[in-house]
């Protein structure tokens, strides 16, 4: 069983920034990808990045690729989320989750633990 708390979103102007961290309780934290995912009123959620269990291989999404990074620290059992250049449209509850599949990481399918969302808004 893991559970995952998010926290750090806020309200920042355009081009601001922004990190998120997610802290995970449970020993196998190491063992599981994680993701980030995001979700605005009356869309669907989707995919923004992903971190395989050991950091070595990053993935993401192609409106956040080269402003978004993900890492994480397994000692403290905390993924993150630095997000740069932040635009209006990045506005959403990001949400992180963690995976024990490895592959397939922007499907939502294959996360087995969620946590509850943090609010990030982008003003313009």
């Known amino acids: 069983q893991v559970q995952l708390v998010e926290s750090g979103g806020g309200l920042v102007q355009a081009g601001g920034s922004l990190r998120l961290s997610c802290a995970a309780s449970g020993r196998t934290f190491s063992s599981y990808t994680m993701g980030w995912f995001r979700q605005t009123p009356g869309k669907e959620r989707e995919f923004v990045a992903a971190?395989?269990?050991?950091?070595?291989?990053?993935y993401y999404a192609d409106s956040v690729k080269g402003r978004f990074t993900i890492s994480r620290d397994n000692a403290k059992n905390t993924v993150y989320l630095q997000m740069n250049s932040l635009k209006p449209e990045d506005t959403a509850v990001y949400s992180c989750?963690?995976?024990?599949?490895?592959?397939?990481?922007?499907?939502?399918?294959?996360?087995?633990?969620w946590g509850q969302g943090t609010q990030v808004t982008v003003s313009s």
């Open positions: 971190i395989s269990w050991s950091g070595a291989n990053t």
């Open positions: 989750a963690a995976s024990s599949t490895s592959g397939w990481y922007q499907i939502e399918a294959v996360y087995n633990y």
